[in-house]
């Protein structure tokens, strides 16, 4: 081990579930007899899941039945109810009204409707916060955020707890036997406005958590370095959370903070789950992530263990002209969560959402390619908020299954279009998806490298490492995005750009995976602190320095507009963001700088290690630069399907056979090498196999 790493602090220390892994008890939808859509030739999971939210909530009952007919025409086979209905179940505290979501799913099974039911305690009902306002969240000035909107608790409010719990109860006891229950859906992306709360509640909670971490206030005192600036703790009640203050705060406190706040929503998870599964064993139960680009409130990778399945709500961003290799980046980090197994996706747009400052709407043949990349990137489901656009409320404007105008629309067809597609795939359910390569993101890395009074403050850690992810995606490589602990030994090729804080296990694991074979790139201000924000010394890349046989004694990041010319034995090109004087040690020289404050110093380089190789980006490299890495890091790791410029292809390995999905991003006919049956069309096709301008092809091998 090289730097001066501290022993990790809380891998597989538990807090009742493990701290990171996939699922432990992984579970598939419970498809109740007679649904709508299982046909005999389904994969192993059944139907590919499709539908969305439905609130029938916020209708007259009148409409209900047409909703459940159109839900057939368009082969809607599950249901996600009761997400935000925790008022209308309880409208005050000693009273339950049941007899309409009774109804609600009496209807659904008699049509064939499967439902995934929420706990529905998402949105706390007026009555509860007036009653008790200290368990509203508070933002870190102090404002009170109030009711209103929706999710107005504290993560570790009792009172929320309490009365949560109790509907949980009310919830699990009442439906765990209805025949449409299909699985459980513990509130409703977690963490999205309330990830963080610097409340009262909080605060005590917070110290509790510290307690639990660091014995005793002197190994907090330890862990914070609070020998600087006068920060030392003497008393527990001294300690706070990171409210606004007049300076920078303590890293490490913000640090800890984060992985509070996230282990606070994990533990509503955790109870709730608990609920559920006592009274139903055998029913699955998951929460809707949020892995998409601007997301990184929560630790996911800690939340996995204690799911029966992984279920991700995804939208795309409407400025992002790739869109594309956003998305597929969050299906393939969803896939990772999961452990490489299939997954839900639970929510996402048909076309326009409405909390953006300018909703695109989203063309139909987008929406076709963008579902099936995620079915083609391990999904076997395909779930969308929400069924029927609503007509009042903050979200009047959001698309839906069922837009405003009726059926009469293209939007209409184009979700019937899409069920029928994704009938004619319900056989790949189940497979996998095939993937040599890795790409290691880790939440936490995340929060340490955008913390502030670093020597950069425009180093965004998702956006780089899609830059990575971008060159392999390029190359038709499909890659496993996956967490911190995961086991590497079964990749050829692993990439962890920016990880700026790395745990003394992940650093390990990295030696082993390039000691036995593998390659390995790692980027700039990376390996650079431990798990405490404390800086690894003896020069930089702290952990990974004798991994890369390189050495940097400074930093030299560069302004915003400055960009170095950088040159050797990969090309020529550019890099911006940082520059290091790396000198190497038994590293190979692949580029130099020509200019800039480390002219003359290594830009990239590789060390042989055994029969691997660690390879080392000391600057942001261009895409022509990137690309060049890649294809060296690649070194014989390919395409499932060589395919035009622009056809992404991925392929899923099930035991009935393996399917080639290609999708078309471009507005001409593109080609994919590769033969067998069309399962969207039924044709048989030799290669090449054209792809239709936008289209997708999916060929069973
Ligand atoms: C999230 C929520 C939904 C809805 C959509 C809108 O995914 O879970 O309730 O607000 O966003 O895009």
Not at 111 to 118: K, W
Request: charged share 20%; hydrophobic share 40%; aromatic share 10%.
């Amino acid at each position: 081990m090289t730097g001066n790493g501290t022993t990790d602090r809380t891998d597989g220390a538990t807090r009742g579930w493990d701290r990171t892994g996939p699922p432990s008890r992984s579970r598939w939808i419970r498809w109740p007899e007679g649904t709508h859509n299982r046909a005999p030739g389904d994969g192993p999971h059944g139907p590919i899941a499709f539908g969305g939210d439905y609130n029938p909530e916020q209708w007259p009952e009148e409409v209900w039945a047409e909703d459940v007919r159109l839900m057939r025409e368009a082969g809607v086979n599950l249901a996600t109810v009761g997400v935000f209905s925790w008022a209308r179940i309880q409208p005050d505290p000693d009273t339950w009204d049941f007899a309409w979501l009774d109804r609600v799913l009496d209807l659904l099974h008699e049509n064939g409707i499967a439902v995934d039911l929420a706990t529905a305690t998402a949105s706390p009902p007026a009555w509860l916060t007036t009653a008790h306002p200290e368990m509203l969240p508070v933002d870190r000035t102090g404002v009170v955020l109030g009711q209103g909107g929706r999710q107005a608790w504290s993560p570790s409010s009792p009172h929320y707890r309490e009365a949560s719990l109790r509907l949980v109860e009310q919830m699990a006891q009442r439906y765990g036997d209805h025949p449409a229950l299909a699985m459980w859906h513990v509130s409703n992306e977690l963490g999205c406005h309330n990830g963080r709360s610097y409340s009262a509640v909080e605060e005590v909670a917070f110290r509790r958590w510290l307690q639990e971490r660091y014995s005793t206030l002197d190994e907090l005192n330890a862990a914070w370095g609070t020998a600087f600036w006068s920060q030392h703790y003497g008393a527990w009640d001294e300690v706070q959370p990171p409210r606004a203050a007049p300076s920078f705060l303590n890293p490490t406190q913000q640090l800890d903070f984060a992985r509070f706040s996230s282990d606070a929503l994990l533990d509503q998870l955790r109870a709730e789950t608990e609920v559920l599964h006592r009274h139903t064993p055998d029913v699955p139960v998951t929460t809707n992530f949020m892995v998409m680009s601007h997301f990184s409130g929560v630790d996911y990778a800690t939340w996995t263990p204690g799911l029966d399945l992984v279920s991700n709500d995804h939208y795309l961003m409407a400025h992002d002209a790739e869109s594309y290799v956003e998305l597929a980046l969050s299906a393939d980090h969803t896939r990772g969560l999961a452990g490489g197994g299939p997954w839900m996706l639970m929510e996402s747009s048909t076309s326009a959402v409405s909390w953006q400052p300018v909703n695109a709407a989203k063309p139909a043949e987008q929406l076709r390619r963008n579902s099936l990349t995620q079915v083609a990137r391990g999904a076997d489901a395909v779930c969308f908020f929400q069924w029927r656009a609503a007509r009042s409320g903050a979200e009047k404007y959001h698309s839906a299954m069922l837009p405003h105008a009726g059926t009469d629309s293209e939007l209409w067809r184009t979700v019937v279009g899409l069920g029928a597609d994704l009938q004619a795939l319900r056989e790949v359910t189940g497979s996998r998806v095939v993937a040599e390569v890795a790409l290691v993101l880790d939440y936490e890395a995340w929060w340490a490298a955008e913390l502030d009074a670093h020597p950069s403050a425009v180093l965004r850690y998702r956006d780089l490492a899609q830059d990575w992810y971008r060159a392999l995606w390029d190359r038709g490589v499909t890659v496993d995005v996956v967490p911190r602990g995961t086991d590497l030994s079964r990749y050829r090729v692993v990439l962890a750009p920016l990880l700026y804080l790395v745990r003394d296990a992940q650093a390990e694991a990295f030696e082993e995976f390039v000691h036995g074979g593998g390659a390995l790139l790692t980027t700039f201000f990376s390996g650079i602190v431990d798990e405490d924000d404390h800086v690894r010394l003896g020069g930089y890349p702290g952990a990974f320095r004798d991994l890369l046989g390189v050495r940097a004694d400074e930093f030299r990041p560069l302004l915003p507009e400055q960009t170095v010319a950088v040159s050797g034995t990969l090309g020529a090109g550019t890099g911006t963001l940082w520059s290091e004087p790396v000198r190497t040690d038994d590293a190979e020289v692949l580029l130099t700088y020509d200019d800039g404050p480390s002219a003359g110093y290594a830009a990239v380089t590789r060390a042989t290690r055994g029969s691997g190789h660690a390879w080392y980006a000391g600057t942001h490299l261009d895409r022509a630069g990137r690309d060049a890495v890649v294809d060296g890091l690649l070194a014989g790791v390919t395409a499932p399907a060589e395919a035009t410029d622009g056809v992404e292809v991925v392929l899923r390995r099930g035991d009935a056979g393996e399917y080639l999905f290609a999708i078309n991003h471009t507005d001409t006919d593109g080609q994919v090498h590769a033969e067998g049956t069309e399962l969207l069309t039924g044709a048989s096709c030799t290669a090449p196999t054209t792809v239709p301008a936008g289209g997708v092809v999916v060929l069973r091998r």
